[in-house]
């Protein structure tokens, strides 16, 4: 991959505590303007990793390179400011006000009062909290869901090219989540930052990744697309931890396009249901079983059909490959 296409560069980094090394000999590239989600169990080392992107861990061995440049050799504070740091379990100020807490950077860059009054509203507005309401408030006046909000707004804040997030939606249920990681879907396709997001919660990775790491002790088992995670996982370990025989899952996280036959060439009589290449194939199931038609024409954005879709398509598509290994 060519520098200006990764922004992050982990090549053979390793961190050892004494003689036990818990990221070891991790090489990947991150894509600018993606999001890698680090899924793996407890203690596999996933803070440890995030954190030597910042300096916030030095590696024992190997190099961590941003925007093409070695971070041992970057000065960590103009490197801090270029990434926005989201960390476990939130984290706000508690004797700060929200407004105080979202304009933490700004402050230390010494940014006039107005214009870092300003940024603190936009940024709310950003994260669905009313300013006028929310920005006088304190952290233990807010919902987990809301303090999560305020804790993505403070890393936007300095708008970095560069987001870090560690479990950002740990602390809140079920239903809150799916809220914030729609939200965090929609920030996504708007501001096209360079997102490494840590979980342990499968669900969220496939929902989220552009790609997937999954770690094991300290170690990558697989670098992948969430399709091909599902599809075909790397080890028995990675086909265990997200669950790949589960048709369900499979059934939401793969797209029809992904799924499709080409048009057919010759177009039957009867017209055909139309769904959209991007719809996911539960959606696609649906409409079949809601219109009691079992193929369906699949339409690109300028509304083409650009492929069709059976039963038989959406069968093999969930049907998993033998693991690798
Ligand atoms: N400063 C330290 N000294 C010694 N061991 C450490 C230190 N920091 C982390 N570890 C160990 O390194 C391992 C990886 O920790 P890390 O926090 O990276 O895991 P994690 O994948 O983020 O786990 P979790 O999902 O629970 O947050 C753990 O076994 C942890 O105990
Ligand atoms: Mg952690």
Redesign the pocket.
Known sequence: MSQAAWAIRFARVAKR?GSLA?VDDVSFDVPRGTCVVIL??????????LKTVNRLSEPTSGDVFVDGRNTATAEATALRRKIGYVI?HVGLFPHMTVAENVSVVPSLLGWPKEKRAARTDELLDLVHLDAPRYRGRYPRQLSGGQQQRVGLARALAADPTILLMD?PFGAVDAIERAHLQREMIDLQTRLHKTIIF?T?DVDEALRLADRIVIMRAGKVEQYDTPVNVLASPASDFVAQLVDSDNVLRRLSIIKVEAAMAPPSASPSGRPHTAISADASLQQALSLMIGTACDSLSVVGGTADVVGRLSMAQIRAAVTPAPTAS
Do not use: D, I, R
């Open positions: 505590y818990v793996g169990p407890s203690g596999c080392g996933k803070t440890t990793l476990q479990e840590v342990h």
